[in-house]
């Protein structure tokens, strides 16, 4: 497995990401060099998991081939140190099959040094971001959004993503999770954008961060969406 890594020169790639000499590395390399039109998984990935596995699988099938679909691991976190070139090459080494001579590669993954969505919709731009409910939940806290940590630096920071740079999210609901299950099982998905641009001809004030909590108080009552998938 180690000699995988090697072949592709990725041990040397993640000596540079992690000097800023190259701002992303692509497993394999995006059959277009503009990297628009992504669907991205972002996570640690620590470990990479059955259910990671389901929902990037069920993610794919609903926007394939719109999009190119990847695992996004950002060596930067905002809660946790960078990772070093070792524990990055264990967390890659997840995304292979040793055994698979012909391809190796179980599941296409994008590495990047950008440890928070704001940051990595500047890197991939009309992509949208495949999220858990716990993570979207997350999204919503202004404490993520420095300098300020308020509300105000949170609706800027998501105006920015999902207005200007032409991002939006995709929430998993709890369904899943919820019945112990897999295949068959409800996800809920929810595209964000849907209802951002709704209000495009209202004040920017409410634009972002209202709908998307609007949006969330109803998934937490249990109101089913439009994008249901079964």
Not at 8 to 36: A, G, H, M, W, Y
Not at 56 to 68: D, E, I, M, N
Not at 199 to 219: I, P
Request: with cysteine; charged share 25%; hydrophobic share 35%.
């Amino acid at each position: 497995s180690t000699e995988n890594l090697h072949n592709l020169n990725l041990d040397e790639k993640f000596d540079q990401l992690l000097n800023d000499e190259i701002k992303t590395i692509f497993v394999p390399p995006l059959p277009k060099p503009d990297q628009n039109s992504l669907l991205l998984f972002s996570g640690s990935f620590n470990p990479l998991h059955q259910g990671h596995k389901l929902l990037f699988q069920v993610s794919q099938s609903h926007f394939t081939p719109l999009k190119s679909p990847y695992f996004l691991l950002s060596v930067s976190n905002v809660d946790k140190p960078t990772l070093d070139r070792s524990s990055i090459s264990t967390r890659v080494q997840q995304f292979y099959d040793p055994s698979n001579i012909q391809n190796p590669l179980k599941f296409p993954l994008v590495l990047c040094k950008a440890p928070t969505f704001l940051e990595q919709s500047r890197l991939f731009p009309n992509s949208t971001f495949i999220v858990g409910y716990d993570t979207a939940i997350r999204i919503l806290m202004p404490k993520y959004y420095p300098p300020e940590n308020n509300e105000a630096s949170m609706m800027r920071a998501l105006e920015e993503i999902c207005l200007n740079n032409k991002c939006s999210f995709l929430v998993a609901g709890r369904a899943a999770a919820e019945q112990g299950k897999e295949g068959q099982d409800k996800i809920i998905f929810r595209t964000w954008r849907k209802y951002l641009e709704e209000q495009e001809g209202e004040k920017r004030g409410k634009r972002v961060g209202q709908v998307c909590k609007e949006l969330l108080c109803r998934e937490q009552e249990g109101e089913k969406g439009e994008s249901e998938l079964v």
